[in-house]
């Protein structure tokens, strides 16, 4: 269990973030936007992005070639906690709310990590 934590412990650090950035009361935050998107999904995408990110490059530190498989499970946990986190946005955090697009912003996040992997290895 330490050498899980210690190997991961960025990659749990940021869930934390991320799960403490979604769980802020939705009337506090600010209603700004661009465009075509909000500042609110591109934080979706960043988070959970970084959290596949962090999966990946913690499983690959010391290690020469990539191992797809574990690219595959990082992208598929950022994807899954995103989910979670839109269910606890519903059930449970005050003033947010379960969004689909988040959702979408959330999966197109963690799979931007694949392209980014496939693109430096």
């Known amino acids: 269990m330490i050498l899980f934590l210690k190997k991961y412990y ?12 979604c769980g802020i009361n939705g009337q506090s935050l600010p209603r ?14 960043i988070l ?4 596949s990110f962090l999966i990946i ?5 010391g290690r ?3 191992d797809w498989k574990q ?3 990082a992208i598929a946990i950022g994807i899954i906690y ?12 005050v003033n947010r709310s379960y969004d689909y697009v988040d959702m ?5 996040g963690a799979l931007s990590c694949y392209l980014i992997v496939r693109l430096f290895y």
């Open 10 to 21: 960025l990659a749990i650090l940021w869930a934390i973030i991320s799960l403490a950035a």
């Open 32 to 45: 700004v936007s661009f465009e075509l998107i909000g500042i609110d999904k591109l934080a979706h995408f």
């Open 48 to 51: 959970f992005g970084m959290q």
């Open 57 to 61: 490059f913690a499983h690959q530190k």
């Open 64 to 66: 020469v070639g990539i």
């Open 71 to 73: 690219v595959h499970v």
């Open 82 to 93: 995103g989910i979670f986190i839109e269910f606890l946005q519903y059930a449970v955090f």
């Open 104 to 108: 979408a912003a959330d999966a197109l």
